[in-house]
C-alpha cells in the first residue's frame, strides 16, 4: 500500500464530499491529526478503520488501499453492451451499462453471459392491444424458475421480476428492435434479438 496514493485519495474524496479534517474525524471517532497524516502520507488507515472511512468517502475499500480511482471510458451508457448481475446468496438481480464493478453481500459479481434462446427455453412475443406479451415455456416452480425479463431498446431497459409459481408470462409497451433477456435459475441468461412483431 502506497500512503501517499492512498492520503491523496482520502484528501480529494474529503474535499468532494466538503469536509473538514475535523468533520471526517468526528465521524469517524479518531483525531483529525491522524487524517492529516494519512492526507500527507505519514501513515495509512489501520484496516479495522476501512469499512467505516470507505462508508463516509463513498468509495469500496479496495480503492482506498490501491489509493485510485481509475474512471470507466465514457461510453456514454450505450444500450448494446448491457450486462446483467445475479447475486448468488439474495437473488438480487441488477443490471449496467459499459463496465461496472458490482457487488452484493460481500462478493464481487460477474456479468452474466448471455446464449441464444433454445428449444428447452422456447420464447414467444405477440402483438395485443399495442402491446408485446411475452411467455416463455417454463416450469415455475420453487427449485427451477425464470427470475426476469428484460426488454432492451436502443434507450430504455423494462425490466420485470418474475417470482416461482407464478406464469412466466409479462406484457410489455412495444418496442419494436428489442432485445428480449430472461433469466433462467438453472440455465443462465437467455436472449432473444430484435422483436419485429
Known amino acids: 500500500m502506497d500512503c501517499n496514493k492512498v492520503g491523496k485519495l482520502i484528501f480529494s474524496l474529503r474535499k468532494e464530499k466538503e469536509m473538514t479534517q475535523k468533520e471526517l474525524a468526528d465521524a469517524m471517532n479518531i483525531s483529525d491529526r491522524t487524517i492529516s497524516k494519512w492526507e500527507r502520507g505519514i501513515g495509512c488507515p489501520d484496516i479495522s478503520l476501512l469499512q467505516e472511512l470507505s ?5 469500496n475499500i479496495e480503492k482506498i488501499l490501491i489509493g485510485d480511482l481509475v474512471p470507466n471510458q465514457n461510453d456514454k451508457g450505450n444500450m448494446k453492451k448491457i450486462n446483467f448481475y445475479i447475486c448468488p446468496i439474495c437473488g438480487s438481480v441488477q443490471f449496467g451499462t459499459g463496465e461496472v464493478e ?29 402491446e408485446f406479451y411475452i411467455t416463455v ?7 427451477h ?6 426488454c432492451v431498446s436502443l434507450d430504455r431497459v423494462l425490466f420485470v421480476k418474475l417470482y416461482p409459481e407464478q406464469t412466466a408470462e409479462i406484457r ?9 433477456y430472461f433469466y433462467c435459475n438453472r440455465h443462465g441468461l437467455m436472449k432473444k434479438e430484435r422483436i419485429r412483431v
Open 55 to 59: 462508508d463516509i468517502l463513498g468509495v
Open 102 to 130: 458490482i457487488s452484493c453481500c460481500g462478493r464481487k459479481l460477474a456479468p452474466l453471459i448471455s446464449h441464444k434462446a433454445n428449444s428447452l427455453h422456447e420464447i414467444n412475443v405477440a402483438e395485443i392491444e399495442g
Open 137 to 143: 415455456q417454463h416450469e415455475m416452480t420453487k427449485t
Open 145 to 150: 424458475f425464470i427470475s426476469f425479463v428484460a
Open 172 to 180: 410489455i409497451p412495444k418496442m419494436i428492435g428489442s432485445d428480449i
